[in-house]
Each structure stands twice: as C-alpha cells, then as structure tokens.
C-alpha cells in the first residue's frame, strides 16, 4: 500500500512530467513530502499566478502538458487568471491544488475555496477527487482531456486527507472516455470539397491561427503553401507558423495587424481558415470579409467552426492530418499573379525606424532585436502598446512567438519565459513588457535567480499604462486617469537588487550595442527602454 | 439517507446552477433533479433528490434558503408527500418472449407504447421504489436502454 500523495507522484512520472510549476501551502504538504523524493524538479515561483504562466510556456514550447501545482483557498484563486488565460488560448495544463479535508468540504473552514467550481469557466474540464483509488485513473485522464482534441487546461483538486489516504497502486489502463472521442481525421467528402475550392478559386489565401502550433503543423502548413502557391496571413496567435520573412507570407490581419493583411482578407475568394477563431480582434468586422468570400474553416472544435463567420465549407479535425490530407489530394498549383501582388505590396514596407525625438523608436527596436537574436529565439510578448509594436514588427524565422491573446493579460510575459526557458534551455529566450506589467510580474526576478534561469527582458519603459491612456486620447478627449506609473521604481536598480545586470537606453543610437551586449552576456539580463508616452500602437 | 427537496425558484437563467452548485461543493451526487414551469410563469419548481448526511443536507438547505433566487425549499418527509417517477423502458422481446412480457407488464401497470419485430417499449408511472423493482424484473429478458424522470413530488 502507498499514500495518496505517492501515487500522484508516481503518476506524475507515468505522464513524463520533469517539471512542476508551484507553491506550497498546508493542504499540498503531503504531497510536496513525496515529491522531495522523485526526480521530477519542482521550480518555486513567487506567485501563484505565475506557476501557471510558466506552464503555459513550457506546454507551448515542449507540446505537451505544463504542471502547476498551488495550495487550497488563497493558493487556488490566485491561480484562477492563469488557468483563463491558458483556456482562452487553448494551451494544456494539469493543475492540481489542494483542498481541506473531504469531510469539511462546504463548511467554509480556514483556506476552503470552492475551486472547482470557481474555475469551472476557464477549465477545459476539473476533478474532485474523493477518493484515493480513483488519483492514477484521474490523473491520466486528465493528461489525456488536457492534450488531446482542442488543448486545454484541466484541474485536479485534491483534498488533505486523500493525500494521506493508503491505496493499492494499479497502473490505469488506456483512457477511455465514452463522451469524449475528438475527430482527428478530415471527413474525406470535404477534403475533396477542399481541392475543389481551391481550383475553382483565384485569390485563395490562408489565415493561420495558434492551431497550428496546437497540432504541431508549422511543417505541414508551409508545404501546403509553397505547394499549392497561397499566400498567408496570421492571427496574433499564430504569428511563427510560417517565418515571418517567408515569400508567401503577408503579415498579421486584425485591428493591429498588416494593412496588407487585411487587404488580403477583403480581396480574396476563399479563406482558409486554420485553427483560428477569428474573433473581434482578428478581424475588426466580419464585413472586412469581402462579400464574395468563400470560407473554409478547419478545426478540431466544431463549436468555433461557423461561430464568428459563416463558413462554406466546415471540417473538423486535425490540422496537421487534414492538410496532409489535402495535399494527398490532386490540387493544381495556382499562378503566380495574386501571390507576387502581394509580395510586391510587402516589399513596399517599411518597418519605422525614424528616430525620435524622445526615447527610442520602440517599432524599430523590436525588428532590430529579433533581428539580432538567433533565428530560433522564442520571443515572449506581453500586453499592452508593447505587445502590438512587437507583434507587427517582430521577426519569428524559425523561433515561436508567444503572448496572451484571448484573455490579454499583462504580466504574462516574464513567467512564461520562464517556463518556455525550462522547455528547451538551448533557446535563446526574450520577454518583452511594458513597466505597467513589469511591475506585475518583477517578483520572478526572484524565480530566475534560485533556479538560474537564463533569459533576456526588455521593458519598455514609458511612465504610463500606454494602451490604456492611447484609448483614453482617442475616445475619452484625453482624459488620462489612473494610467500614470509615477512612483515607479528604478527598473534597473530592482534587477541590480537580484544581482541581475542591467541597462537603460533612451536613443537607437545604442540600441543595436545595448541588445549586442545584452545577448552576449551569459544569464539573465535586464534592458529598459525609455519610450515616449505619446507613441502611438499603430 | 434519501431526501426529496422541493424548492420553488425564480425562473431565470442560472438558478440551476447555483442550487446544484452547492450540492457540488460538498461532493455530493444528485440523484435526480427536475426543473419545471409552475401555475404562475414568474417561478419554477425544482425537485431534487440527493443522498447525504441528514445534518449536511440541513446546512445546505440553509444555504440554499439564503440564494436570492430561492422563493422557498423544504424537506419533503416521504409520509407527507405524493411522489411519481417516468419510465420509458426497451426490452428486447425476441417471439417466445413476447407474450411473457406482456403478462408482465400488465401486472406492473406498464403500458406497451410500441412495438416492433425486435423490442417493445413501455412506459409505467409510478412510485421510485416500484419502477426499481419493475426495472428488476425486466432485465432477465434483456434490456436495450431505459429512461426514467426524476422523482415529482408534492407536499400532501
Ligand atoms: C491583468 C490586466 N489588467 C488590466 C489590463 C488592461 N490593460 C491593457 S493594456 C494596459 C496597459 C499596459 O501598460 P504597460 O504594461 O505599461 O504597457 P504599455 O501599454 O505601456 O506598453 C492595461 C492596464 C490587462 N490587459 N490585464
């Protein structure tokens, strides 16, 4: 017989975890007891929050689940945001927390907090064990809900005495989920319904979601292009699925994106939507859709096929099988004339790199960074003015671009570059914030020094809630209120305080030295950016 | 220990899930829960059935009195209450058995509502504990699915 706490473990490693996320708190004490003797490495963060931040960039970047791991009541609401932002952008996590004594439940005693049913909105599913017999069964399941069909993140809520309760360990046998069978393969009748539209078509083009990612069809995706000669544009989520600097790739569309984006969009006849969602952002209005548009809309989930535009024709599954699939099929390649229309528009622009007359130009600087960072670097984007600079103008060639782009939430930035760091320690890692979310997330400064994290963060330093107050110019006659950070400290002398070396500039004139310093120092560095607040998104 | 709540409740979106959130977060399965429109179209009736610790289900029914949307909820005791459960029930009837099942139903007080060459549907109204014993006594002959509603029940 073992404890409860001893099967998690054990399940955990079943499931290949190498990497917890947490926070410690009375209810998991008999569970961090065990973990201290497994080989699964636990990574203290200064936040609950923050853990499942973290593991959110490690899911994304090792494609498969991140764990986090908080105590019951305070421990377990403080992980709430993380877990909504996580379901918002569909990226697998198991969190598990833990609960006061099964037979206190719904007392209201010290440190209960009905979680399961708190985060029952932004969960893609969540257990309440009761029993601990039922730990090696749940917890595969949950792996299991948690990878499969659309990601997501599932919670495991796991009451004291559980953890303490003796069981006899039986491996579970394979998940099998009578409600839950996702549809992996595209219907056949609509793979040819697919070749046919594209045939019939003359301006195709293909919007590209973080599905992609999802599915792990980056490869898939530009095959399909180059094979077929179709141009591609992007949601924010999936800005990296093809490199930005790819001949067939027109820009990010949406309210912040490429105007030749967007162009695309109304001029073409048919849009292949991949595992995007297209919500409001995305495309400002579904009129932008020119009227003659045919839609063609792949996804795992059938609940977002036809949600926010109508579609033509719907299929469900897997990216990555289905434009296999597709590209199985006889499609003819298409001419050259819309694909070389576009690329001529591209090569028009021009990234802004005028200098101002305050600060520094922070479109160019963005370019100029990833520019100057290995083709693979994973760029973490926060939110805010800063997330939509770097999104239009950053360059993803064979890296990943990661940012909260459902939920929005500023402070994402610095944990999950924590966790993508964790994922794959030979990337070259950056985290770019405005000093509003700094000052959300500075306490992982703590985080990266324990477990010698080696990232680079920027901050773009402008005094202000920037998007806030950009909005309170253009649609509220410039009444700024509440978005002066007046009080703020020094950002340099906070990193200082950890040890971490740090820098200030407020001219290009040194940006390309400043970044050249920052990316050959070994470890983490700080570089703070001095902005105008005037500066606009746009 | 068994207890039949009924609670009448404002018919607004959501009140279900508050009132089966509170069995929720005591870990506790409801056995069956009903939800229907009443004389007056501004409140609805909802019937629960739940198992549980006689003083837990006090305390939650407490709770339950203080939800905004809870006009009023009592613990119905089963000596003071009529109550009825639906069942629809398809029984395989292969010919030798058809006749048997017939002569068995009509002792139950189930009715046949369809038949065809493989199965026969039934349909019987009756108190919780006689459609558990009905469902007993069909199985032998092989059931293919059966639906039942919750308890209804009303205060005498
Ligand atoms: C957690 C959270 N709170 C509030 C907001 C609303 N919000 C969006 S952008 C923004 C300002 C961000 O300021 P800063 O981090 O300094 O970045 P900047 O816009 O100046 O680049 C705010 C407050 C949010 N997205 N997330």
New binding site residues.
């Given amino acids: 017989m073992i404890t409860g706490a001893d099967a998690i473990v054990r399940s955990l490693e079943n499931e290949g975890v190498e990497i917890i996320f947490g926070y410690p708190g009375a209810t998991v004490c008999p569970l961090y007891d065990k973990l201290s003797k497994s080989k699964i490495k636990h990574i203290l963060v200064r936040h609950e929050q923050h853990a499942g931040h973290a593991a959110s960039g490690y899911a994304r970047i090792k494609q498969r689940p991140g764990v986090c791991m908080t105590t019951s009541g305070p421990g377990a609401t403080n992980l709430i945001?993380a877990l909504g932002t996580a379901y918002m952008d569909s990226i697998p996590l198991v969190a598990i927390t833990g609960q006061v004594s099964s037979d206190l439940l719904g007392r209201d005693v010290f440190q209960e907090a009905d979680i399961t049913g708190a985060a029952e909105p932004f969960t893609k599913y969540s257990y309440l064990v009761k029993c601990a017999d039922d730990l090696p069964r749940i917890i595969k399941e949950a792996f299991h809900i948690a990878s499969t069909g659309r990601p997501g993140p599932v919670l495991i809520d796991i009451p004291v005495n559980v953890q303490n309760q003796k069981l006899e360990y039986t491996t579970p046998g394979e998940v099998n989920l009578r409600g839950y069978k996702p549809t992996i393969k595209g219907h056949a009748g609509q793979i040819k319904r697919i070749c046919k539209a594209i045939n019939n078509s003359e301006k195709p083009l293909i919007c590209a979601g973080g599905g992609i990612f999802a599915a792990n069809a980056q490869k898939e995706l530009k095959q399909f292009a180059e094979m077929i000669n179709i141009p591609i544009v992007s949601t924010m989520m999936g800005i990296g699925a093809v490199p930005t600097d790819h001949p067939l790739y027109a820009g990010m569309l949406g309210m912040h994106g490429k105007n030749i984006a967007n162009q695309a969009i109304s001029e073409s006849d048919l849009l292949i939507l991949i595992g995007a969602r297209v919500s409001d952002r995305a495309v400002l209005l579904p009129a932008n859709v020119g009227n003659n548009t045919k839609i063609i809309h792949i996804d795992i989930d059938p609940a977002e096929i036809g949600k926010n535009l109508s579609t033509f024709i719907p299929v469900v599954g897997d990216a990555n099988q289905i434009l296999t699939q597709v590209m199985s099929a006889q499609t003819e390649r298409k001419s050259d004339d819309w694909p070389g229309l576009l690329r001529s528009k591209k090569s028009k622009i021009k990234i802004d790199y005028n200098p101002r007359k305050f600060g520094i130009n922070p479109k160019g600087f963005v370019n100029l960074l990833s520019g100057m960072l290995p083709n693979d670097h994973i760029y973490c984007a926060?939110?805010?003015?800063?997330?939509i600079?770097s999104a239009a103008n950053c360059q993803i060639r064979q890296g990943r671009f990661l940012t909260s782009g459902g939920?929005?939430?500023?402070?994402y930035s610095i944990p999950a570059a924590i966790g993508a760091k964790l994922a794959d320690p030979d990337k070259t890692v950056v985290a770019v914030?405005?000093?509003?979310?700094?000052?959300?997330n500075m306490m992982e400064l703590g985080t990266i020094c324990q477990h010698n994290v080696d990232i680079k963060i920027v901050v773009?330093?402008?005094n202000?809630?920037?998007?806030?107050?950009?909005i309170q110019r253009n649609s509220y006659k410039d009444n700024e209120i509440a978005?002066d950070?007046t009080g703020s400290p020094d950002i340099t002398a906070i990193a200082k305080a950890y040890g971490i070396p740090a820098r200030s500039i407020d001219s290009m004139d040194v940006a390309e030295e400043a970044i050249a310093e920052m990316i050959r120092h070994k470890g983490t560095y700080l570089l703070v950016c001095t902005?105008d607040e005037n500066e606009s998104?746009m | 220990m068994k207890h039949v709540l009924s609670a009448l409740v404002n018919n607004t979106p959501g009140v279900t899930s508050r009132v089966s959130g509170l069995f929720r977060r005591r870990g506790y399965n409801i056995d069956s829960f009903i939800g229907s429109s009443t004389e007056d179209e501004r409140f609805s009736r909802l019937t629960i059935v739940v198992q549980g610790d006689d003083i837990v289900i006090a305390q939650v029914l407490s709770q339950l009195e203080k939800l905004e949307d809870i006009i009023s909820i009592e613990d119905i005791r089963p000596e003071s209450m009529i109550s009825k459960v639906l069942l629809f029930i398809k029984v395989k009837a292969e010919v030798a058995d058809r006749l048997s099942i017939i002569v068995v139903a009509n002792a139950c007080n189930a009715r046949v509502i369809e038949m065809s060459k493989d199965y026969l549907i039934l349909e019987a109204l009756d108190t919780e504990d006689r459609i558990s014993d009905m469902i007993e006594v069909f199985k032998p002959y092989g059931i293919i699915e059966l639906v039942k509603t919750g308890v209804v029940a009303m205060k005498r």
């Fill in positions: 945001t926060d939110v805010g003015q800063n997330q600079w939920m929005g939430t500023m402070g914030c405005g000093d509003g979310a700094f000052q959300m773009m330093k402008n202000k809630l920037g998007l806030v107050k950009e978005v950070l902005v998104s």
